[in-house]
């Protein structure tokens, strides 16, 4: 979970997260 945690902190905020989860579904 940490690493995680991370990825999404440094890589893409949780809003573009949830927007990739929305396209792939």
Same mark, same amino acid.
């Given at each position: 979970?940490?690493?995680?945690? %991370? ?6 905020? %949780?809003? =573009?997260?949830? =927007?990739?989860? %929305?396209?792939?579904?």
């Amino acid at each position: 979970k940490k690493r995680m945690k %991370q990825i999404g902190s440094v890589e893409v905020p %949780q809003e =573009a997260f949830l =927007a990739l989860l %929305q396209i792939d579904e």
